[in-house]
Every structure is written in structure tokens, then in C-alpha cells.
């Protein structure tokens, strides 16, 4: 078993009304399945649609061949930075879902704005805080 299957299992076990094995329950990607993989075991397409998604599963930042996110019809109002982690990603679907953060002004550039707002916040988590002290006696 690859490292994503096994990250795969892991959503399983977490979204008990998820079934991998289906058909999209989201009406826009009926022909697709829930997942597909490429030649060599990486997961490429994940479809998370209609669970109804309050949070984004940590394990799909693991996710490093990621080609296709789709998160459609869920209750998702932010997205997590991670998401940006994701340098494969080509396409992110976030239909039908009241996202704030990012603001609905980057999520309607596209999936590249989206990418590079979550990697500008990413950024600043990543900075090191430098303070200073000062003792007042």
C-alpha cells in the first residue's frame, strides 16, 4: 500500500459517509470517481463533495501529487493555509460552499490565486517571531 492509499484509508475511517469506491454525489462531477491515482500508486484526484465538510481533513495536505481537490458542496467557511503546501494542484472546487477566508474576491481568480494567498499566509506562520524584551523596574 502507497503512502496515499494508506492516507486514503485514513479519510475513510474519518468520514464514515465517504465511500472512495463511488461515484461523486455532487451533480457537476456525477462521471467521476472519489479518487483516481496515477501509475504509480500517488493519489492525483480527490473528490470530497456533499459529507457535508465543516474542515478540511488534515490528511489531505499530505497529499503531495494532489492534482485535483474538489470540496464542492460542503460547509466550509475557511480553507487552512496547508492547502498551499500542495504544489501539484491544478484544480481546486469550492462550489456551494460559504468560504470567507480566502475572500470570495481571491476565491473568483481561480485556483492560482487561491494557491497563492493560502502560501502568502503559510509564509507568515513560517516566519520566525522575534520580540524583545523589556524590563521596566
Known sequence: MTHDQDR????????SNWEPDEKCKYSYHQPFKQREYD???RLIQLH??????TLVPSEV???SALQQLHLSNNHLSSLPAEIG????????SLYDNPVQIPP???IAQ???AILAYLRTL????AMPMRTKACVIT
Open 110 to 112: 481561480g485556483t492560482p
Open 104 to 106: 470570495p474576491e481571491i
Open 39 to 41: 501509475k504509480q500508486g
Open 61 to 63: 495536505w499530505q497529499l
Open 85 to 92: 503546501q500542495l504544489s501539484s494542484l491544478q484544480e481546486l
Open 8 to 15: 486514503v484509508k485514513q479519510l475513510q475511517r474519518r468520514l
Open 48 to 53: 470530497l463533495c456533499a459529507l457535508p465538510l
Open 122 to 125: 503559510l509564509s507568515f506562520t
